[in-house]
C-alpha cells in the first residue's frame, strides 16, 4: 500500500484504521486468514476487510443474528440479497439455508461480483450461491416469485421494493433492508407501505455490556457500634453493572411482510 496513493478496496497488506467508537481506532495490518479481536467481536480479515470500500461499516454479528432470526430463515429457505459486497453476510445466510436452500446474491460492482464467486468457491459454498451482476433497481435478482425472503444491503433500497416484491413468493415472504440512516429507513417504509407490504418494523441492534466483578464493600458505620453484619468479615458479592460506553450505531434493520393477497 502506498501512503501517497488513494485505493478504493482494501487489499492484503494495506493498514486500516479501525474505528471502534468516539476515541477508539486501531491501525490493523491486513492478512487474509488473520483476526482482530474488538470489543464488538471479532473481525476476520479475509471476510470482514478485504475487498471492501475503505470506509465501510462493518455488519456485526448481532445484526445478522437479527436478521437472520427475523426473516425466519432455515435449511431449504431461498433468499434474495443485494448488495453482496464482500460476502460477509451471503456466508452467513449460506451456512443457515444449506443444505437445501439457496442464495440469489446480486452485486453491480463487476470487480466485487467476481471476487465472492472466487471466496465463495474458495470456501466450498459455491453450490449454495448464484452471483448476479447487475444492478438490482434496475434488474432486479433475475428470479421470479421463488424466494422464502429477500435482504437489502444498498444505498437506496427503496429502489428496489417493486423487485423484492416479485422475487418473493406468490404465497408471501420476509423483507429486510439494512440502512444506516434514518432518511432511508424513511424512504425505504414509504416504497413498502405503497407496494402492499404489511407488518412493518424498524430495530436498532444495541447490545448492553455488563461489567461484572466481585465487590467487598466496608459495612457503614452508623455510629451505633458493630451490627450482625458488620467488620472485615462482610462478605463479597458479585455485581454487575453496565459499561459506561455502549456499542455504536451500526444501522436500522427495517423488515416487512408480503401478505398474499
Ligand atoms: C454496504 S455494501 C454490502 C455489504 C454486504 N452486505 C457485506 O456483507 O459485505 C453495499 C454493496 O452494494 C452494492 N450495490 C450498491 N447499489 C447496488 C445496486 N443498485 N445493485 C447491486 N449492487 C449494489 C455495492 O457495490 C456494495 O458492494
Known sequence: MSFVAYEELIKEGDTAILSLGHGAMVAVRVQRGAQTQTRHGVLRHSV????RPFGSKIL???DIALLTMMLELRPGSVVCESGTGSGSVSHALIRTIAPTGHLHS???HQQRAEKAREEFQEHRV????????QDVCRSGFGVSHVADAVFLDIPSPWEAVGHA???LKVEGGR???FSPCIEQVQRTCQALAARGFSELSTLEVLPRVYNVRT?????PDLGAGPGPEAGPDASPFRSGTPMKEAVGHTGYLTFATKTPG
Open 215 to 219: 465487590v467487598s464493600l466496608p459495612a
Open 106 to 108: 446480486v452485486e453491480f
Open 175 to 177: 423483507f429486510c433492508s
Open 126 to 133: 459455491g453450490r449454495w450461491v448464484t452471483v448476479r451482476n
Open 165 to 167: 416484491w416479485d422475487a
Open 48 to 51: 470482514d476487510l478485504i475487498g
Open 60 to 62: 456485526y454479528s448481532t
